[in-house]
């Protein structure tokens, strides 16, 4: 049989009715669907891998890449740990070995996957898997290893999809200083980590051509990929990474339907017990006529659930009492909740204004900075994550809109923007306030607002509703003010970025109703531009006059924001005349592109 990597898909007619080894043959019975691997005839080759797996990965400009990529070389004991480098197995006693990584030198695995075909050989239709596996550490490096697991139905597209759950070096040794790094036996407890958990696929992250579409079931004879990928923060050549290793890999079927959302919590407490998720909203981000509690869950073994409300990612650092949080400063605070019963969102949407109360410009006259006249709208903005000993899922956001406010009963579309609070208003790096430098030239004091490029691009989490009030978009995306002159102004225009530094590479919706187009690289939200101050209409009423002649105009439409959970003023969609606007809309390759500004 042909083994496939890199774009080549893997069809394999194999059952899955029986515990899986390497050579093909059966060992004790499974049950219906499960699929089990433990790696004891893998002997570090291409040619050993068990049948349901093969890998694939990228070189360092992002090219797929095959097996040839990947120095697979043999078997790596403790005796002769120094020498191992790329994929290979691990072995204690020559006896029990695991699927093992490590790099050195100037090897770059950074991208490398292993990828676990499940086919759908039952009769009956599949919801979800629970999932376990081990992670070994094998070798203590200069720098971590970490392993992320996700689940798609194709071989590629796996960077629009969240992580499942991330599983850190389960060692957590002291960093060698010697030329190898510490050799590790990780057959032994303290030097493994069993990560365990489940979920159902309509749960997981959308696709990345399809918005937030959800993984349907697979049926009888329908297949999906579970995808181990090593990573680390950030590499560098010559340096020693720990050696990490997989063994042990169950999976088995979740046959139940998951409830329909909007269930009472005991029904949803039920319906995760079967495997909802590593980390599980009650009910899904949108708009709701009556207050409720939020309850989260996680079917991650032994982790604690971590959320805040604030805009920020959990930080179980950050786990502060009241007067801790009120003492802080309020441009930079932030401030985690350990998970202990549902969350009431009514308090939270019928909070006192925080962020609206920061100063955004230093101007004066018609276009300075006040404070609002009454309490703005609120939404309740939950953004959480389960952790383990070892291992902890994605972070996950929603946002919740109630009856809190005369202008909530919005009919545009509403964004909501989640981002650290230091981000935006920070006097040393918040891109949207003044700053407490002082220029030596002139004396005059440093604005942030004002300067530009990626060093002052700040990531946020952005969900986009339709009018509809249904949730479009949901995933990270790079930020930064936008404009020139009209940055000064108290409401400031967004630049918004999607790359795959951050998650999906693209925003995949139509967002403009003159334009049939669901592909953007970068979108605009406009605070109106020298119109601000008046009606916010000029602009696109000047460019919709002469829409219909042969060039280019930026199409427009109304928006509303909040930001991290607060009323932040009507902004304009627009277009971002760029390479990448070239590229899309009429498909000039944007690497010929120049523009002369």
């Not at 999976?251 to 409830?259: L, S, W």
């Amino acid at each position: 049989m042909t083994r496939c990597v890199a774009k080549l898909l893997v069809a394999l007619a194999i059952p899955v009715l029986w515990s899986c080894t390497p050579g093909g043959s059966a060992t004790d019975p499974q049950p219906e669907g499960v699929v089990f691997i433990d790696f004891n005839e893998y002997r570090g080759t291409f040619a050993t891998l068990p049948e349901l797996l093969f890998v694939d990965g990228e070189d360092g400009v992002g090219s797929l890449v095959g097996g040839e990529f990947y120095p697979f070389t043999g078997v790596s004991s403790l005796e002769r740990g120094d020498e191992f480098e790329g994929f290979g197995a691990f072995t204690a006693n020559e006896e029990e070995f695991s699927f093992g990584i490590r790099e050195r030198g100037s090897t770059d695995l950074r991208n490398a996957r292993l990828f676990l075909e499940y086919r759908n050989s039952t009769d009956r239709t599949i919801y979800g898997l629970r999932v376990s596996y081990d992670v070994e550490t094998w070798l203590v490096g200069e720098r971590d290893n970490r392993i992320r697991l996700k689940y798609h139905t194709q071989t590629e597209g796996f960077s629009a999809i969240d992580d499942i759950v991330v599983t850190s070096n389960p060692a957590y040794g002291e960093k060698s200083a010697d030329e190898h790094g510490a050799v590790l036996d990780g057959s032994v407890q303290e030097n493994r980590a069993t990560v365990e958990l489940a979920f159902h696929f309509s749960q997981l992250g959308g696709m990345a051509a399809d918005g937030l579409d959800r993984f349907a079931p697979l049926k009888p004879g329908d297949r999906g990929y579970l995808r181990w990928q090593y990573s680390n923060d950030r590499l560098t050549d010559g340096s020693l990474r720990s050696a990490l290793a997989l063994n042990n890999i169950r999976v088995e079927p979740i046959f139940e339907r998951p409830e329909e959302d909007g269930g009472s919590v005991t029904e949803q407490a039920a319906q995760v017990a079967q495997g909802e998720g590593p980390i599980a909203f009650g009910r899904p981000a949108g708009f709701y006529d009556r207050p409720f509690d939020l309850a989260l869950y996680s079917s991650l073994a032994d982790a604690r659930i971590y959320f805040t409300t604030d805009g920020s990612e959990p930080d179980p650092a950050f786990v502060l009492r009241e007067g801790e949080w009120e003492e802080l400063p309020r441009e930079t605070r932030r401030r985690t909740f350990a998970y202990e019963r549902p969350v009431n969102l009514e308090e939270l949407v019928l909070r006192e204004d925080d962020i609206a109360l920061i100063p955004t410009s230093t101007e004066e006259s018609s276009i300075a900075w006040t404070p609002p006249v009454s309490e703005v709208p609120k939404a309740a903005t939950i953004r959480a994550v389960a952790i383990g000993e070892h291992s902890r899922s994605a972070v996950r956001t929603a946002t919740y809109f109630l009856p809190n406010h005369e202008m909530q009963h919005h009919e545009l579309p509403v964004w909501s923007l989640q981002t650290e609070r230091d981000n935006f208003f920070s006097p040393d790096r918040g891109i949207y306030v003044p700053s407490n430098e002082t220029d030596p030239a002139s004396g005059l004091p440093v604005v942030n607002y004002l300067r530009r490029g990626r060093e002052w691009e700040r990531v946020v989490h952005a969900e986009f509703f339709e009018r509809d009030r249904v949730r479009v978009i949901s995933q990270s995306l790079g930020a930064r003010i936008h404009g020139n002159y009209t940055r000064i102004f108290p409401q400031k225009s967004l630049r918004l970025y999607s790359r795959s530094d951050y998650g999906p590479g693209r925003m995949r919706h139509q967002f403009f109703d003159s334009r049939d187009l669901d592909d953007y690289n970068r979108l605009i939200l406009r605070n109106g531009g020298n119109d601000w101050i008046a009606g916010m209409l000029s602009d696109p009423t000047l460019q919709s006059l002469v829409e219909h002649l042969p060039f280019d105009t930026q199409h427009y439409r109304p928006s509303v924001v909040y930001l991290n959970g607060e009323y932040w003023g009507l902004h304009n969609m627009r277009d971002r005349y760029d390479q990448h606007y070239l590229e899309t809309v009429h498909g000039v390759p944007r690497d010929e592109v120049v523009i002369v500004e």
